[in-house]
Nanobody, 126 residues
Framework: VQLVESGGGLVQPGGSLRLSCAASGFTFSLNYMTWVRQAPGKGLEWVSTINRYGTETWYTDSVKGRFTISRDNGKKTVWLQMNSLTSEDTALYHC????????????????????WGQGTQVTVSS
């Protein structure tokens, strides 16, 4: 399994970024995909999940209406469009294979697995 995130950077409050996650080494179309994040000094936080077909999506309350997850199974890529960014969104963003919604207590197991990427840093600051 290989997951490679890109698209992070420094953005001003109110700005937008689009994160990408390129997948390889597994059957992408058969897997839910999830974005998680880790803010400085905090634990992992579930952000969003998308089903295998891209027809159902879920978001943590703090990003609803601002973030959009999407995927292209042909390109083996999942994206996270982030709008109206605030300093609270500053974090290292990882994509992960699987449906991690509701599994906050188990997110730390990702550190020991190959089911996530190294992450891309998003910094929201003026």
């Amino acid at each position: 399994v290989q997951l490679v995130e890109s698209g992070g950077g420094l953005v001003q409050p109110g700005g937008s970024l689009r994160l990408s996650c390129a997948a390889s080494g597994f059957t992408f179309s058969l897997n839910y995909m999830t974005w998680v994040r880790q803010a400085p000094g905090k634990g992992l936080e579930w952000v969003s999940t998308i089903n295998r077909y891209g027809t159902e999506t879920w978001y943590t309350d703090s990003v609803k209406g601002r973030f959009t997850i999407s995927r292209d199974n042909g390109k083996k890529t999942v994206w996270l469009q982030m709008n109206s960014l605030t300093s609270e969104d500053t974090a290292l963003y990882h994509c992960a294979r699987g449906n991690w919604r509701g599994l906050d207590s188990y997110l730390a197991t990702l550190y020991e697995s190959n089911d996530w990427g190294q992450g891309t840093q998003v910094t929201v600051s003026s």
